[in-house]
């Protein structure tokens, strides 16, 4: 017999959606706003994000943010993915107690991350400034890359590495034409949500950072301070639609890796 959902189910979901995205859509829709002034709307207007561009400290705290994600992917997009490798061929109690550690830095909330660092680099005399910041950025990506990797090292099995080595390849071999191209769509997807999670940080860059190394969570939260204007709307806006062009694209690596059937024909 079918089952049919109850129509309660479908209002629930709505109203969580709303509730959810309510909030989001409201930052968009006033980002349009040529008033001023968050609670009056006086008509529709793109000036706000041209404004944006020519503001020289948003595009201090732009470059900033870019210049941290992009080093703090690639670091910790490597390290990640080498995790997920030699963690893969040890025993299974290893396994589970190294993973743990490994896991950590998703479960403990943001702001002992941050405050824990900043103990770190205060103890070891190390000035804040962007260096700290990829540190700390490195740290927890890591986690995020050693979680998607490993669960596509997880469902890729071992068959066909094995039969690389009864052809006749060497390690490097099997790693370079089997392992590698089997895992691709993990670490890119890994290496997407690392630059999203580093570009939306707020928490932890904010314990970390120096003067002179604001990134745009933190410059939003110090004008939000002064109170919300369009400007701000506009920059939230832009983070938004970033972000979730990234997330989607990822998902899509990740799903489109799934759905691509394994070669036959060992290439060596």
């Not at 008509?43 to 870019?66: D, I, K, P, Q």
């Not at 986690?143 to 669960?151: G, L, P």
């Not at 099995?157 to 034409?177: I, M, S, V």
Request: with cysteine; hydrophobic share 50%.
């Amino acid at each position: 017999m079918k089952s049919k959902n109850h129509p309660l189910l479908g209002i629930h979901s709505l109203l969580v959606m709303i509730f959810i995205y309510l909030p989001i859509a409201f930052i968009i829709a006033y980002s349009f706003n040529s008033s001023r002034l968050a609670a009056d709307w006086s008509g529709f207007t793109f000036e706000w994000y041209v404004s944006l561009f020519s503001n020289r400290r948003v595009m201090e705290a732009l470059s900033n943010t870019l210049i941290v994600a992009l080093v703090s992917t690639v670091f910790s997009t490597l390290l990640g993915t080498m995790a997920a490798i030699a963690i893969r061929k040890v025993g299974r109690r290893s396994k589970a107690g190294i993973g743990g550690l490994l896991y950590l830095p998703i479960i403990i909330p943001d702001i002992i991350m941050g405050l824990s660092l900043l103990v770190l680099f205060t103890q070891f005399h190390i000035p804040l400034g962007k260096l700290t910041i990829i540190i700390a950025h490195i740290t927890f990506s890591i986690s995020y890359v050693y979680v998607i990797v490993t669960t596509r090292l997880t469902g890729m099995g071992g068959q066909l590495e094995e039969a690389a080595q009864d052809l006749g390849a060497d390690a490097w071999q099997t790693f370079r034409h089997v392992t590698l191209p089997q895992i691709m769509p993990g670490i890119i997807s890994g290496a997407i949500i690392a630059f999203t999670m580093s570009l939306d940080d707020f928490m932890v860059s904010f314990f970390v950072s120096g003067p002179s190394s604001t990134t745009l969570p933190i410059y939003i939260y110090g004008q939000v301070k002064r109170g919300i204007s369009p400007e701000i709307n506009a920059l939230c806006t832009l983070l938004i639609l970033v972000s979730v062009t990234l997330i989607f694209l990822a998902q899509f690596v990740l799903n489109r890796g799934k759905g691509q059937k394994k070669r036959s024909v060992l290439p060596f």
